[in-house]
Each structure stands twice: as C-alpha cells, then as structure tokens.
C-alpha cells in the first residue's frame, strides 16, 4: 500500500513538520466527539489506519471501523485489538451498500470522508437505513470557501467534490429533518499556517484546476506534481535533513476547536445531522 497524507498514516505525517497539522486535526476531531459517542454502538466510516476508532472506543459501547481499503484494515486489526473494537473491509458503496442490518448503529462517523465519495446520495441513504431511530450522522468536510478560488476544482486529486457552507446546507436538507452545521478549526498561529499552506496551494495549482481544464489532463497533472513532491520528501529522508519541530502535540490538539462564530475561518465542517 502506497503510504500518502490522504490515508493519514500518524507514522508518515509525524515526520514532517509540514504535515504535523493535518495530523493533529484529524486526532482532535475524534477527541472532540467522544462526549456524543458515550454509550453508542458507533460505525467509523473510512477508518484508515483505525486511530479514530481507537480514540472513540474510549468511551463507545462499541465502535465498529470500515474502510474499502484491505491494506488498512489489517494494519489497524493489528495495532488496535480491543473487545469493542472492530475493523471490517468493505466495498464501494456503489457496488453492495453497507453489510449491515437497517437500525444498528446509534452514531454513524465520517471524518474528511465525505469528500472522496461518488455517490452522496447513496452514502446518505444507506447511512439513515443503518442508524436507529434515534441516531445520528457525524460528518466533517473540508471547507472550499477557504481552499478553493472562484471556478476551481478541488486541487487535491484524491478529492472527488469540495463544498461551501452553502452548498452542504442544501444537501443535507434534502435527507435530514434536523441537522446542525458548525466550524471546526485551528486557533491562533496554526490557523495562518495552514491558511498560507492552502493560499498557496490553491493558486499555485489553479491554471490546472480551473473548470475549464478536462478532468483526465487535471488528474495527470496533479497526480505527477503529487509524484514529484513525494519524491523530494524521500530525497529528504536519505539525506537526513534536520527539520524542525514548531508545535507540541499535545498543546497543537487543544488548540483545534468547534465553533459556530461565523468570524472564525472554519478550515472544515463538522455536520450533526439526525434520523429524527
């Protein structure tokens, strides 16, 4: 399996202090829900490498991890062995749906999954039949308003659509009858640095990503920049260039927040959306 920032391997991320960001704010999200997953049989949609269910299983009755990835699934049935934990492979959601009966999740979790999906409206609908009643979707999403430019195309080539405030409004008020949307984001210092990251990414890939560029030449352009980078990064391994470390860990995860201050720059969404 090829190791890449979009499988979020904590072994790859924490090498380089460019990356330490994304890492810590995807650990911080599933910090950040464990009070609504308490008690819950909860379904982690997109697992990967399982950390995320790993952190749930803390306080869940049991948390149950999926992925349409073999390889991570058996990497993290390795790492994580815990009687309320369990990672199962799956297919895409266009081929079977989801293996399990209608009405046995309390809490669904799709953390920066949302976005790599072809189908919504599958996604959607399978997500309702398998929650009870009164149970719940977790959903957290990038937000394009921060990373994208007018007329572009997510320049991220793993991501299949990015959405604004707007839009992720409209969608989910086409499947849910009670939903909440709220930011969740960085504060102070990491908050610039990973809006400068995305600033520059963003134009720096925009004459490739606008949506006047067909798709297949967007595709192979970003997948041989992708290449390219990630063979510096290895050059950097070999040569054993000293980088430096500007965040603690533990003091950078407190610092990622949820909030509904419209002022804040919410680099993602973080979606309540419930059955009932």
């Given at each position: 399996m090829e190791?890449?920032?979009?499988?979020?391997?904590?072994?790859?991320?924490?090498?380089?202090?460019?990356?330490?960001?994304?890492?810590?704010?995807?650990?911080?999200?599933?910090?950040?829900?464990?009070?609504?997953?308490?008690?819950?049989?909860v379904l982690d949609f997109g697992c990967g490498e399982g950390y995320g269910s790993s952190?749930?299983?803390?306080?869940?009755?049991?948390?149950?991890?999926?992925?349409?990835?073999?390889?991570?699934?058996?990497?993290?049935?390795?790492?994580y062995r815990f009687?309320?934990?369990?990672?199962?492979?799956?297919?895409?959601?266009e081929k079977k749906g989801l293996m399990f009966q209608d009405k046995t999740f309390d809490v669904v979790v799709a953390s920066q999954v949302f976005e790599h999906l072809d189908n919504?409206?599958?996604?959607?609908?399978?997500?309702?039949r398998i929650l009870k009643d009164d149970g719940f979707l977790i959903l957290t999403t990038p937000n394009s308003s921060l990373r994208l430019l007018p007329f572009q195309t997510p320049w991220n080539h793993h991501h299949k659509r990015e959405l604004n405030y707007f839009e992720i409004?409209?969608?989910?008020?086409?499947?849910?009858?009670?939903?909440?949307?709220?930011?969740?984001?960085f504060l102070g210092i990491p908050l610039r640095k990973?809006?400068?990251?995305?600033?520059?990414?963003?134009?720096?890939?925009?004459p490739f990503t606008n949506i006047v560029v067909p798709e297949k030449i967007k595709l192979n352009v970003l997948k041989t920049l992708w290449d390219i980078f990630r063979k510096r990064?290895?050059?950097?391994?070999?040569l054993k260039r000293k980088k430096e470390k500007y965040y603690d860990v533990d003091k950078l995860t407190k610092r990622v927040i949820i909030t509904d201050n419209p002022r804040k720059k919410w680099l993602s969404f973080i979606c309540f959306c419930y059955k009932k």
């Open positions: 190791k890449t920032s979009e499988r979020l391997d904590p072994e790859v991320l924490k090498s380089t202090d460019e990356n330490i960001n994304l890492l810590v704010f995807h650990i911080a999200t599933y910090k950040l829900i464990k009070g609504y997953v308490k008690d819950k049989i952190i749930m299983k803390d306080v869940a009755k049991k948390v149950v991890g999926v992925d349409v990835s073999s390889d991570v699934i058996i990497k993290a049935r390795e790492k009687d309320n934990l369990e990672f199962l492979f799956i297919d895409k959601l919504f409206d599958i996604f959607f609908k399978e997500v309702k409004d409209s969608m989910l008020s086409k499947y849910f009858p009670s939903y909440k949307i709220f930011g969740i984001t990973e809006i400068r990251r995305v600033t520059k990414l963003k134009i720096f890939l925009y990064d290895i050059l950097s391994k070999i």
